[in-house]
């Protein structure tokens, strides 16, 4: 079945410490996406890929990095320069041109201490 | 910058009933699209109707629909015969065809229980 994965579904780690949030997707899909949410609010962007070996901030961009060294995987990195870390993060993915609702994986929560 | 607007947070319907969910968007664009996406308390987002902004034919699947009315920018969701597996959050998002990234511009949710 196609459809996209993350690993793992908690994460714990303590404040200071770097850790990849991983994705994977075998949509063949060109487009990802990084969101994170909190309790009460909607998703926010943090990047996007359109196309391997490139991507682009969102709208909380800092504290995070990515890459996309290949077409199914785009890791998220929270770094320990991200202020409030601990957040519900979620990865998705779209066709690209034409094509624009997205398909979701099911999410890590993250804690930081 | 394009914005999205659920009022409604928290919202509660008799199983078999009919509820709304209201949405409304700020764009200047003309073309564009708009979704409703569940999250069960599994927490994972899923599809639940799209409406493409040249369309005047409100979308359907089966006991969703929209209230799409351009013009007002709003974009409410009707959900018929309430089903216990209904409870959620519902997010409405919107994107812009002229956006590159096809990024989704979501609203901050209505929490839906369904009471038997």
């Known amino acids: 079945d196609g459809g996209i994965t993350q690993s793992p579904k908690y994460l714990f780690r303590k404040e200071g410490q770097n850790v990849t949030l991983s994705c994977e997707q075998n949509?063949?899909?060109?487009?990802m996406y990084w969101y994170r949410q909190d309790p009460g609010q909607g998703l926010r962007l943090i990047y996007y890929?359109?196309?391997?070996?490139?991507?682009q901030k969102g709208d909380i961009a800092e504290g995070y990095s990515v890459s996309r060294e290949k077409k199914e995987s785009f890791p998220l990195t929270v770094t320990s320069a991200q202020k409030n870390p601990t957040a519900f993060y979620l990865c998705?993915?779209?066709?690209?041109?034409?094509?624009?609702?997205?398909?979701f994986g099911p999410g890590t929560r993250l804690t930081v201490t | 910058a394009q914005t999205v607007t659920q009022s409604q947070p928290e919202m509660s319907v008799q199983e078999a009933e009919t509820v709304t969910l209201s949405c409304t968007y700020d764009?200047?664009?003309?073309?564009?699209?708009l979704f409703w996406y569940k999250q069960p308390p599994s927490r994972q987002m899923i599809l639940v109707i799209r409406?493409?902004?040249?369309?005047?034919q409100n979308a359907t699947e089966n006991r969703f629909s929209v209230n799409f009315q351009k013009a007002a920018k709003s974009f409410s969701l009707k959900i018929s015969d309430s089903q216990l597996g209904d409870t959620a959050m519902y997010f409405c998002?919107?994107?812009?065809?002229?956006?590159?990234?096809?990024?989704?511009?979501f609203g901050q949710g209505t929490e839906l229980s369904v009471k038997p």
């Open positions: 998705a993915s779209t066709a690209g041109t034409g094509a624009y609702e997205q398909y």
């Open positions: 949509l063949n899909h060109d487009a």
């Open positions: 890929s359109q196309i391997v070996n490139d991507f």
């Open positions: 764009t200047s664009e003309n073309n564009y699209y």
């Open positions: 409406q493409e902004a040249y369309k005047q």
């Open positions: 998002a919107f994107t812009s065809l002229y956006n590159q990234g096809g990024k989704l511009i």
